[in-house]
């Protein structure tokens, strides 16, 4: 191992250590390793945004005035002024402008987007699960794949409702028919389901990094003894 | 509506016929007033008939006929009503139209009226509470209680000089009032004893302004002096005024000292008490009152010579705690009702003018007084002094009521579940246990993942995917992951970068993050790739692709800064990301516009979930997700026994979590069947 | 007039990228020089928003508040990264390398925590939360996810186990898939409320 690499090592342990004081209720080192983490992701940031997005994308069209890109780049430019004004209280204002024009364009973005990147497809995939080419092999019903269409639009319904459920919940006291709520907990069950998945997930994510970190410890107190 | 002739009313002037309740003749116009006499009863005028009311009430009171052993007598307003009542039902001479009303009052309950409601309701209340109370039987030994208490007492303070040389520099009068007042059951009784001594066993209404009066003369006034609204507002107690003893009488000057000091902050209302301030309807005040008033007068007619400091009259520097308590009841007796101990506590207030030194003493001394009722719940009451057991009695009735107010407008659902607070100590036991557990499995030795363990179908799906690449087929490998999940991205995605590098396909690299920048060294190097591979960071993530992705004939600014902007070359786009909305970002602006462009992506497990029903919709070729999908189980760095460990712990955490919930409901409702 | 020049500006720059995207070969480069304004503009916002922190974290030390010592740990990795960076620049393999020195086990085991964390929130979650659908379905699939993580059942290699356990694999996919709708919906509404200038922009 060279001393660079033992000083990363070295560093590293320290660093996991600092944070992991904090299950033994210390403020103090997981406060300063969370903060030069603060610090460096920011200075990183910092430079990546000016070499990477400021300078090639902002400054190097207004460098040249004869170029045909100077002119457009006057608008981002007008646009950065004003966030900048941000950090001034008087341009607090004019900070809305530059974020509006943000907002709208993500905006429009989305609309296209999730129409045609996530709600027809899904859609249309569920629907595809009833074609007959689906549900009948020669001749004969594919029981294993009638039921299964049956569960995906079932549940998908049951979820949508319960996201409906929720947001008449919140206007007011609203009585349901018995079958509504009935498909209300179809849907909370299958949501259920999905979170459970979900929450093995992380936690499984979780536990490889702490698996990780550790062995980098164990790493290190193997090499002293 | 037919009238009965026979019941017409003839004018004393004319002789005619006139309806049995005109005033005056319809014919001649005379007045008829005479005509109407209530039988048995003499005429006198209004104003006259007004002002013999209390005569007519003394005249019931000592009427030993009217009165019962066990009945309370009724308040001086709704006797009047009561006594014509009686009277009139004792007469069997009843002229017909009254016999009429009467028999409609009792057959409409509206009809009643309200004044007769509110007496019916009260004489129920009455009755209810004379069928609790002993009065007749406790009254003398009350009396023979108190004088043995009281006489101990004085005994004591006369031996308290002696004491007041101990090192705790307690004052003298305090120690005198300590010495009166030994017991906390006998505080509760000082609430009782806080009316005036009548003469009768008639209650009386505490008026505000009398109250009033009664507080501000005690302030400035000498002890006799203050007395006198205090018995001007019940004249027949005049003549039961007991001296004070000399001795107490002395020992509780510093007391009204003290008192008079703070008077400028005393308010009988404490404030945390604001919210209880509920107002009830008249009716029940008055029911209340009347219920008060009977324990002040059980607890008051007896009461002995010895200038208890407690007492009003006799002690005007302390009347404040007292009178706090009167006024509380006269005017909001929900508070009474619904802090009970608060108002029943005379120290509470005193506590304010008592030496700071003292103060923790004096604190001990009423937490007591709270604790001690409850510790004795005699089940026999004749096992307790009677004032007690009344007192008991308002106590359970005030705290029922309190219950009632504070329920009143909520959801009446089952009890709430009791919150055990789980301190730090859990959480860090629990995290010390997987701790452990997961250090002592890792330094047990290497324990690689099977290599024939079975992988999740768009695992298998992105296997295949790759096979069919052929060589010089362009892949965009797109890295999007922060450096917390880069041990598993990176032992996921380097396999599979080592194979397509092996099967001669083309890899660009772009990171969307920049800790993608120095991210990368580390997969090309667990990849083996060469270390000079580009990797280009690509601002704005997809957001910059979409105008080629979109209209790929166009050029727009900057578009030399990036060698792969144009995505159309490329057969696959395998997406490193530890972010599901990144990935879905990518199907959702830059897919639909480049049909010909697969994509598949290398995840975490915690996002594998949200990514299934792209995979289904098939906008996802495939994706690996997890420690099952990759090889990184097969590491011999990652000790795949302490995940499996970490996974049991969890797992045996989560079944502990639905048992122990399960056992609380169990216990929970056992509880509420027993109650 | 404050108001309303960023309801404009959000207004107009949707509808124009909503412009660009229907009518494909007529746009020409609007869109994607739109966006790149878009990007600009979001780097820019980005250090904007850095150099808020640091000021923020300047004037704590310069008045000495509490935990300023933590503020001064900041600013003084702030300051070293990026003076290291603009000496050496930032695809400097050194620079990289150091900078991952520190940010990757910072990470990692910050994430680690969470496990720790979880292990005491899943003791607590039923009791906290009661029994509904919601959370027993959510148990009964955590315990039964977890049983097939610990792959003790997959290595059996019995057909119809492994036939079940792909089943039961599918099985977070429908409620993934009618969150995935719903949140679309929402979305596109969300969306569609920012273009007609209902919903809050810019600094809202």
């Given at each position: 191992m060279?001393?660079?690499?033992?000083?990363?090592?070295?560093?590293?342990?320290?660093?996991?250590?600092?944070?992991?004081?904090?299950?033994?209720?210390?403020?103090?080192?997981?406060?300063?390793?969370?903060?030069?983490?603060?610090?460096?992701?920011?200075?990183?940031?910092?430079?990546v945004i000016i070499q990477k997005v400021i300078l090639p994308y902002l400054i190097m069209p207004l460098a040249d005035p004869a170029s045909p890109d100077f002119l457009l780049a006057l608008v981002p430019l007008a646009l950065s002024i004003l966030l900048v004004l941000m950090l001034f209280r008087r341009g607090t204002q004019a900070g809305a402008i530059p974020l509006a024009f943000l907002g709208g364009a993500l905006a429009a973005l989305a609309i296209i987007g999730v129409t045609r990147g996530t709600l027809a497809p899904q859609i249309l995939s569920m629907l595809g699960r009833f074609e007959p080419s689906q549900l009948m092999h020669e001749a004969q019903p594919q029981w294993a794949a009638i039921i299964e269409a049956l569960m995906v639009l079932l549940g998908v319904i049951s979820v949508l409702f319960v996201f409906h459920h929720r947001g008449q919940s919140k206007a007011g006291n609203v009585i349901r028919p018995v079958f509504l709520e009935g498909i209300g907990s179809i849907g909370q069950i299958f949501i259920g389901i999905t979170f459970g998945a979900l929450f093995v997930g992380i936690f499984s994510s979780a536990l490889i990094a702490l698996i990780s970190s550790l062995s980098e410890i164990i790493k290190f107190v193997t090499l002293w003894f | 509506m037919t009238e009965d002739h026979s019941e017409l009313n003839l004018c004393p002037n004319c002789s005619k016929e006139n309806l049995p309740m005109a005033t005056r003749c319809v014919h001649c116009g005379s007045d008829m007033e005479a005509l109407f006499t209530i039988f048995g009863q003499p005429q006198i005028p209004e104003e006259e008939a007004e002002e013999s009311l209390p005569d007519i009430i003394e005249e019931i009171r000592n009427d030993p006929s009217l009165q019962t052993p066990s009945e309370e007598p009724p308040s001086p307003e709704l006797v009047p009503a009561?006594?014509?009542?009686?009277?009139?039902?004792?007469?069997?001479?009843?002229?017909?139209?009254?016999?009429?009303?009467?028999?409609?009052?009792?057959?409409?309950?509206?009809?009643?009226?309200?004044?007769?409601?509110?007496?019916?309701?009260?004489?129920?209340?009455?009755?209810?509470?004379?069928?609790?109370?002993?009065?007749?039987?406790?009254?003398?030994?009350?009396?023979?209680?108190?004088?043995?208490?009281?006489?101990?007492?004085?005994?004591?303070?006369?031996?308290?000089?002696s004491e007041n040389e101990e090192p705790d520099q307690v004052p003298e009068w305090l120690q005198r009032i300590r010495a009166l007042r030994p017991r906390p059951e006998e505080d509760i009784t000082h609430e009782v004893k806080t009316g005036p001594t009548y003469a009768d066993d008639l209650p009386r209404e505490w008026t505000d302004e009398a109250l009033q009066e009664l507080r501000r003369q005690a302030l400035s006034e000498d002890q006799e002096q203050e007395t006198e609204p205090l018995l001007s507002a019940s004249a027949s107690t005049e003549d039961e005024e007991t001296p004070v003893e000399p001795e107490l009488e002395a020992a509780s000057e510093p007391v009204q000292e003290e008192s008079g000091s703070i008077e400028e902050d005393f308010h009988n209302i404490p404030e945390d008490e604001d919210a209880y301030f509920v107002p009830v309807p008249?009716?029940?005040?008055?029911?209340?009152?009347?219920?008060?008033?009977?324990?002040?007068?059980?607890?008051?007619?007896?009461?002995?010579?010895?200038?208890?400091?407690?007492?009003?009259?006799?002690?005007?520097?302390q009347d404040t705690p007292e009178l706090a308590e009167i006024q509380t009841e006269e005017v909001v007796p929900e508070e009474a009702i619904v802090e009970p101990e608060a108002s029943e506590n005379p120290e509470q207030t005193e506590l304010e003018s008592v030496p700071v030194e003292v103060e923790d003493e004096t604190k001990t001394g009423v937490e007591e007084q709270e604790e001690e009722p409850e510790e004795e719940q005699p089940t026999d009451s004749a096992a307790v002094p009677p004032d007690l057991l009344l007192l008991r009695d308002q106590q359970d009735r005030a705290s029922l009521l309190a219950s009632l107010i504070e329920q009143e407008g909520r959801v009446t659902a089952g009890k709430q579940a009791v919150r055990k607070p789980s301190g730090k100590a859990g959480r860090l036991a629990l995290a010390l246990l997987l701790l452990i557990g997961l250090i002592v499995s890792m330094l047990i030795g290497p324990s690689p993942m099977p290599t024939d363990a079975l992988k999740s179908m768009p695992a298998l799906a992105l296997g295949d995917q790759i096979q069919t690449l052929a060589e010089n087929d362009k892949v965009l490998v797109v890295l999007d992951y922060q450096a917390a999940t880069s041990r598993e991205l990176e032992a996921l995605a380097a396999?599979?970068?080592?194979?397509?590098?092996?099967?001669?396909?083309?890899?660009?690299?772009?990171?969307?993050?920049?800790?993608?920048?120095?991210?990368?060294?580390?997969?090309?190097?667990?990849a083996e790739l060469p270390e000079n591979t580009l990797v280009e960071y690509l601002p704005g993530s997809y957001l910059n692709l979409i105008g080629w992705a979109v209209n790929p004939a166009i050029s727009a600014t900057g578009d030399d800064?990036?060698?792969?902007?144009?995505?159309?070359?490329?057969?696959?786009?395998?997406?490193?990301?530890?972010?599901?909305?990144?990935?879905?970002?990518?199907?959702?602006?830059?897919?639909?516009?480049i049909e010909s462009l697969n994509f598949a992506a290398i995840t975490t497990q915690m996002e594998a979930?949200?990514?299934?029903?792209?995979?289904?919709?098939?906008?996802?070729?495939?994706?690996?997700?997890?420690?099952?999908?990759?090889?990184?189980?097969?590491?011999?760095?990652?000790?795949?026994?302490?995940?499996?460990?970490?996974?049991?712990?969890?797992?045996?955490?989560?079944?502990?979590?639905?048992?122990s919930k399960g056992e609380e409901d169990a216990i929970r409702k056992e509880e509420e069947r027993a109650e | 007039m404050k108001r309303a020049l960023p309801l404009i500006a959000g207004i107009l720059s949707g509808l124009v990228v909503l412009a660009a995207m229907f009518f494909v070969p007529q746009s020409g480069g609007i869109l994607a020089m739109v966006l790149n304004w878009v990007i600009i503009v979001a780097g820019v916002a980005l250090l904007v928003a850095i150099a808020s922190l640091v000021l923020t974290h300047l004037r704590f030390i310069a008045r000495g508040k509490k935990g300023f010592l933590l503020s001064l740990v900041l600013v003084i990795s702030f300051l070293a990264t990026l003076m290291f960076g603009l000496i050496r620049g930032v695809d400097d393999p050194v620079f990289l390398k150091w900078v991952g020195a520190v940010i990757r086990p910072i990470e990692t085991a910050l994430l680690g925590l969470?496990?720790?964390?979880?292990?005491?929130?899943?003791?607590?979650?039923?009791?906290?939360?009661?029994?509904?659908?919601?959370?027993?379905?959510?148990g009964v699939s955590a315990v039964i996810f977890l049983i097939l993580g610990?792959?003790?059942?997959?290595?059996?290699?019995?057909?119809?186990?492994?036939?079940?356990?792909?089943?039961?694999?599918?099985?977070?996919?429908?409620?993934a898939r009618g969150l995935l709708i719903g949140i679309g919906i929402g979305l596109l509404m969300m969306a569609f409320r920012v273009l007609f200038g209902m919903e809050g922009s810019g600094n809202d």
């Open positions: 060279s001393p660079s690499e033992l000083f990363t090592l070295i560093v590293g342990v320290a660093l996991t250590v600092m944070v992991l004081s904090y299950i033994l209720g210390d403020r103090l080192f997981f406060g300063i390793a969370t903060h030069i983490l603060i610090g460096v992701s920011a200075g990183f940031l910092a430079l | 009561n006594r014509i009542d009686e009277s009139i039902l004792d007469s069997e001479q009843l002229p017909d139209w009254l016999a009429k009303v009467r028999e409609r009052a009792q057959g409409e309950e509206d009809a009643i009226g309200d004044l007769a409601s509110g007496t019916m309701a009260m004489d129920a209340a009455r009755n209810e509470e004379a069928s609790a109370g002993v009065e007749g039987e406790f009254n003398a030994w009350i009396n023979r209680i108190r004088e043995k208490s009281q006489q101990e007492n004085s005994v004591r303070a006369r031996q308290l000089p008249v009716e029940d005040l008055n029911q209340f009152t009347e219920v008060e008033e009977d324990s002040v007068v059980g607890g008051t007619q007896e009461e002995p010579a010895t200038g208890e400091i407690e007492s009003p009259e006799q002690e005007p520097g396999p599979m970068l080592d194979k397509l590098h092996v099967q001669g396909v083309q890899l660009s690299f772009l990171t969307t993050q920049p800790s993608g920048l120095f991210l990368a060294q580390s997969l090309l190097a667990q800064l990036l060698r792969a902007k144009n995505l159309y070359p490329f057969r696959l786009v395998l997406l490193v990301s530890d972010s599901s909305d990144n990935i879905r970002g990518w199907l959702e602006q830059i897919a639909p516009w979930p949200v990514l299934s029903p792209y995979f289904d919709s098939g906008q996802l070729e495939g994706y690996a997700a997890g420690i099952a999908d990759g090889n990184i189980g097969m590491q011999s760095t990652f000790s795949y026994r302490a995940y499996r460990v970490g996974l049991l712990l969890m797992l045996v955490m989560l079944l502990l979590g639905m048992i | 969470v496990a720790l964390i979880m292990m005491s929130a899943a003791m607590k979650i039923f009791r906290e939360r009661g029994w509904s659908a919601l959370t027993v379905s959510f610990l792959g003790f059942l997959q290595n059996l290699n019995i057909p119809v186990l492994t036939e079940v356990i792909r089943l039961v694999e599918t099985l977070p996919m429908i409620g």
